[in-house]
């Protein structure tokens, strides 16, 4: 056989299984490892990082042809598996979310499966009735003491009469006194002076001077009748001028 002939079956390289595996799954934990060391799960992504290491096909030869030893296929799984599996008890975040970072896709809900023999469907819970609960007896508040029965107010005295007089034509009248208010009844008739007739009532004080405090009655007319409250207490006589026959009460 030629030199030449020898070189080209030299330089033929076989592709196993193996190999292609080797290739992927290196390719696919290395990818994966870093997606998690720079998205919050650096020890998860350290272990995907080895076990893409340990099937990396030039890192496999590298080591081979500077120490001089290599792995078989079986150990190199085996190691690749226990690597795995220790970095995803370090995982944080549920499968479906992991998942959802690596595609870039929203985790989907997985339906929960019915009774065997039928199809899996969702089932959707009914809400729960809220369990009524007794409401706590509330103490009974002591009755209240009855209010003592209130006094009634004493009804106001009775007016007293102080001057009651009739009379015609002008005249002076006795003094009263009253201790507070009072009321002054008058009534007048000019029937037997034939007209109208004037009829005036003025009150003075015990000095002789008329109480401007007290308006005077001054009436005009055949007749009339009226009542006129003070509020004003004191000693006082009341002087009439009229020309007709006339009534006076004072009650205070």
């Not at 799960?41 to 990396?56: K, S, Y």
């Not at 150990?75 to 870039?104: E, M």
């Not at 009651?164 to 006194?177: A, L, P, R």
């Not at 005077?216 to 004003?232: F, I, K, R, W």
Request: net charge negative; proline share 8%; with cysteine.
């Amino acid at each position: 056989m030629s030199n030449d002939t020898q070189g080209a079956v030299a330089e033929t390289k076989r592709i196993t299984l193996g190999l292609v595996l080797s290739w992927v799954f290196s390719v696919l934990f290395g990818v994966t490892g870093l997606v998690w060391l720079f998205d919050g799960q650096p020890t998860t992504g350290v272990f995907f990082i080895l076990a893409a290491a340990v099937l990396f096909p030039p890192l496999i030869k590298w080591v081979e042809q500077r120490f001089k030893f290599t792995l078989s296929g079986m150990l190199r799984t085996i190691i690749t598996v226990v690597l795995i599996i220790i970095g995803g008890t370090q995982f944080s975040d549920s499968p479906s979310v992991a998942l959802s970072k690596i595609n870039g896709t929203p985790p989907q809900s997985i339906p929960a499966a019915s009774e065997s023999g039928t199809n899996a469907t969702q089932v959707q819970a009914a809400p729960e009735k809220p369990v009524s609960t007794p409401a706590a007896t509330e103490s009974q508040p002591a009755p209240a003491p009855a209010a003592p029965a209130s006094t009634p107010a004493p009804a106001p005295a009775a007016m007293q009469t102080l001057l009651n007089i009739s009379g015609s034509g002008t005249k002076t009248t006795e003094s009263f006194t009253a201790a507070g208010s009072w009321n002054l009844i008058w009534s007048y008739d000019c029937s037997n002076f034939g007209d109208q007739g004037n009829f005036q009532v003025t009150a003075y004080d015990p000095s002789g001077q008329p109480d401007f405090n007290i308006n005077p009655v001054n009436e005009l007319g055949a007749s009339g009748s009226d009542t006129e409250y003070y509020h004003q207490g004191g000693t006082y006589y009341l002087e009439v001028n009229s020309e007709c026959n006339w009534t006076l009460k004072v009650e205070g």
